[in-house]
């Protein structure tokens, strides 16, 4: 599995990204805001073609050079506050 985050230059405080995660049965874009002075990122994923959310994920850029991100994320379902289902996310950026 690979995420790839693509940051539009911006001024705003938040900046917005896009980008895609590939996975073997199921691809998904993302779409995303990062706030550098607070080191949280939020992003939803979406399926290929679909226009809301499935997931959701906030967390935290770290490790000084922002190499590292770490936090949770929910699924969205159709049951309700009950049927959320929330884990853990980490991750490492590797440069291309």
């Not at 230059?9 to 996975?23: I, V």
Request: charged share 20%; hydrophobic share 30%; aromatic share 16%.
């Amino acid at each position: 599995m690979r995420l790839r985050l693509y940051q539009e230059p911006s001024k705003l405080r938040c900046k917005r990204f896009t980008g895609f995660l590939d996975q073997t049965t199921d691809d998904s874009n993302i779409v995303g805001i990062y706030c550098p002075s607070s080191l949280r990122i939020y992003f939803g994923r979406y399926k290929v073609g679909e226009t809301a959310p499935f997931q959701m994920h906030e967390g935290y850029v770290n490790g000084g050079s922002g190499k590292y991100m770490a936090g949770s994320f929910f699924y969205w379902g159709n049951e309700g506050p009950e049927g959320i289902t929330t884990n853990s996310f980490m991750g490492e950026r590797i440069s291309p």
